[in-house]
């Protein structure tokens, strides 16, 4: 596969990643090399990188406590100090092996510690290789609230390497396959009905896949970096998916979902929301609950826990104004931004997910 070239770094893929990561270090006098893990990446992954990572320079392993309960400050500050303590300085470089908790965090530690090293993702699951690798988004929770506190910097490079997928339980690869879907949604509707086959999918046409969903949202982030205008698309079913994922985190009487679990759930919702508002076809909104249905299954909703729900909603990222902005659909590949929704048009979409 070829090379991704993003606004100023490349994407690698499979055997390719450990040549062009020779080749860089080979070419920057760095001081150290600090490799962030969490646990779980230390004992699948950390073996099978250090088998190809062929360097003289120093390298130190730092574990962090894997899950998105440990994507915090308090994280961060623990990483800072080890880096402190193990003498790291401006020229050392930050190599995070991990899913997106391991990249976003690893992404802010290193864009932070004495004002910005530089840093390396390998993204290890199917969601951070499709999602949070790309686009120099970087960040931590504030509490049970997503992804803050953070700011976007961009990595030396990303190297995606699909062979770690062989070590994910299947919640993890339905997780990210939800950003894959949602690609399809917000930009190609050829790309949608490749992803709704998953019956027949070879190891290959996963590969071919997640670098067709690699282009599209590198193409969005490309043209627009700071999420100012094109990039907010990226957000579709993430204003309610993002709350339900939070609030669920907040209630012990109920199981958390994964990332991508809490966006299948939201991309249902906005696409009724889409269909009342936007005339989004009905027969499409169909599938896409069927679909999604399908592949994730039902979380149970009660009347009591739509108004929790939507009062997390104001801390949703797009927002301004005091506006509740949401991205919708006039049809798959044709999202609309800035939208704002009535809160009875909310429930009516809780309603029809749990019909």
């Not at 190809?52 to 990483?79: F, R, S, Y």
């Not at 907010?232 to 309610?240: A, D, E, M, Q, S």
């Amino acid at each position: 596969m070829n090379s991704i070239q993003a606004a100023n770094y490349f994407v690698h893929f499979n055997a390719n990643c450990y040549t062009e990561l020779q080749q860089h270090l080979a070419e920057n006098n760095y001081s150290k090399i600090f490799i962030l893990v969490d646990e779980h990446t230390h004992e699948f992954c950390l073996p099978y990188f250090m088998s190809n990572l062929q360097t003289e320079i120093p390298v130190e392993v730092i574990e962090i406590l894997a899950g998105e309960i440990h994507k915090n400050i308090e994280t961060c500050v623990g990483v800072w100090n080890v880096l402190s303590e193990l003498d790291g300085d401006r020229k050392s470089l930050m190599i995070n092996v991990g899913g997106g908790v391991v990249t976003d965090l690893g992404g802010f530690v290193a864009s932070t510690f004495k004002r910005g090293i530089s840093y390396i993702n390998v993204p290890t699951s199917l969601l951070s290789m499709v999602d949070a690798s790309v686009g120099g988004k970087t960040g931590v929770d504030l509490g049970t609230l997503k992804n803050q506190i953070g700011v976007i910097n961009t990595p030396e490079m990303v190297l995606i390497d699909t062979s770690f997928l062989n070590t994910l339980p299947a919640n993890e690869m339905r997780s990210g396959l939800a950003e894959m879907l949602k690609h399809g949604l917000i930009y190609d509707e050829n790309y949608w009905k490749k992803m709704i086959d998953l019956a027949s999918f070879t190891i290959e046409d996963l590969d071919n896949l997640i670098y067709d969903s690699v282009i599209i949202k590198n193409t969005v982030v490309t043209e627009d970096p700071k999420e100012l205008g094109l990039r907010k698309i990226l957000n579709y079913g993430h204003t309610l998916g993002h709350a339900i994922e939070s609030y669920l985190l907040t209630h012990e009487s109920k199981e958390a979902l994964l990332h991508g679990e809490a966006i299948a759930i939201g991309m249902v919702l906005e696409s009724y929301i889409s269909y009342q508002q936007e005339d989004f076809p009905k027969e499409k909104l169909a599938e896409i609950k069927r679909v999604i249905l399908d592949m994730y299954g039902k979380v149970t909703f009660e009347d009591s826990d739509y108004e929790s729900i939507m009062d997390l909603m104001k801390y949703d990222k797009k927002n301004s104004h005091g506006n509740i902005n949401f991205v919708l659909l006039n049809d798959i590949g044709a999202p609309v931004l800035d939208k704002t929704v009535p809160n009875e048009t909310i429930v009516a979409a809780f309603q029809y997910y749990n019909s």
